[in-house]
């Protein structure tokens, strides 16, 4: 109650104001999300082709064949059974490829968190006029990390894996090569993202993600402080992690190893998890360990894994709203940095133009005693300084 009773009156009603427009967003996704499957499940079996199958689970034929673990050219009217495909086979697939289906409800609450901590970190999370000696109190962790919660229970166990921005890249990429009916009909989810991130810096995914929500809950564990701390040199995982969005295109394209349509994300997908579907074992693996070092490290999967974390990155110097440094009151006593997880603030302070991954955790935006750093629009002014 300390931080609400010093929000002033016009903070309290965009309070009241931003929770009802993102409870009118998700109820507008709610309501144009289709209700109920109308008619029975179609039923597959050996003796169908992949021309006969592919089409009824809103795949392609290269797609199909893939996920079959067939060539991309292989003949796409013969019988699977003739192709050496087994029953179990193809009905572990179809459940996959139908595990992979989208709700559009989620992107509804994908907009209405990223709102919400929009709001909260450009106009609610400092009370106004707060003086400096009460910094601590603003941008309370509590709202975060309630964030977060409804990002892995609801965008995560409750809706399922698809959406999420990791496959919205993925899937671009795959439709390039074929392994979807529509390239346009993936570019759309992966551009929705990519302007989600653009919005608020990397918001998406500092805020909505549920892959990234679980790690960062994991990391904020107050009994594990003292395992944590140290950062991961950015240049190392951002050269793992770019270096394996290019590995993952020269396998698509076929470039490296002579056949297309091999997607390494594919073999270690985390947000399988929220579907409990971990159809190789690989996945199990990346899971678990992802997990386990978020621990003591911040974000591993999104630092080092993630293609969109990459592509975000650098999307983050187009971000309309984000961290921001008065360079006249800065003295670069290194609070913000010690406090940073990703080494983000370090580097915003010192001006780098490829600054580290900045998830707009709002750690930094309290800890400066000359009140030198604040989040709000890239090219408008800062925000009135707090009194002594």
Not at 148 to 156: E, F, M, Q, R, S
Not at 226 to 232: L, T
Not at 285 to 299: C, K, M, N, P, Q
Request: net charge positive.
């Amino acid at each position: 109650m300390s931080y609400l009773s010093r929000l002033s009156k016009t903070q309290r009603l965009r309070l009241v104001g931003t929770l009802v427009v993102a409870a009118a967003i998700v109820m507008l996704g709610w309501s144009r999300e289709p209700k109920g499957d109308n008619g029975a499940i179609a039923q597959f079996d050996t003796t169908m082709s992949i021309r006969d199958i592919a089409p009824k689970l809103g795949s392609t034929g290269k797609s199909l064949a893939r996920d079959l673990g067939l060539p991309l050219d292989v003949p796409k009217k013969k019988p699977l059974a003739k192709l050496g495909i087994k029953q179990k086979k193809l009905d572990r697939v179809v459940g996959h490829v139908r595990g992979h289906k989208e709700t559009q409800l989620k992107y509804y609450v994908f907009a209405a968190l990223v709102l919400f901590g929009l709001v909260f970190l450009v106009r609610l999370g400092r009370p106004d006029g707060a003086p400096i000696a009460d910094r601590k109190l603003w941008y309370p962790r509590a709202v975060y990390i309630a964030a977060l919660v409804v990002a892995v229970v609801v965008c995560g166990f409750m809706l399922g894996k698809s959406p999420n921005p990791m496959e919205g890249t993925v899937k671009t990429f795959k439709a390039m090569v074929g392994l979807y009916p529509s390239v346009w009909g993936k570019v759309v989810p992966f551009l929705f993202f990519l302007v989600l991130a653009i919005v608020g810096n990397k918001l998406v995914c500092g805020w909505a993600c549920p892959f990234g929500a679980l790690q960062e809950l994991l990391y904020s564990l107050p009994s594990l402080d003292g395992i944590r701390r140290r950062k991961v040199p950015f240049w190392l995982s951002n050269t793992i992690r770019g270096g394996l969005v290019v590995l993952t295109l020269l396998f698509l394209f076929g470039v490296l190893g002579g056949k297309k349509g091999f997607v390494i994300y594919h073999y270690i997908n985390p947000f399988n998890l929220f579907n409990l579907d971990f159809d190789h074992l690989s996945i199990l693996v990346a899971v678990v360990v992802s997990l386990v070092l978020a621990l003591a490290i911040y974000r591993p999967f999104c630092q080092f894994i993630c293609p969109f974390g990459f592509i975000s990155w650098i999307a983050e110097r187009f971000s309309i709203t984000r961290v921001r440094v008065d360079r006249q009151l800065c003295n670069k006593c290194g609070a913000c940095d010690r406090v940073c997880p990703s080494g983000a603030a370090g580097d915003i302070v010192e001006g780098k133009l490829f600054a580290a991954d900045c998830y707009s955790c709002a750690r930094c935006l309290n800890v400066c005693p000359h009140d030198a750093i604040d989040y709000g629009f890239a090219l408008g002014k800062p925000f009135p300084k707090a009194a002594d």
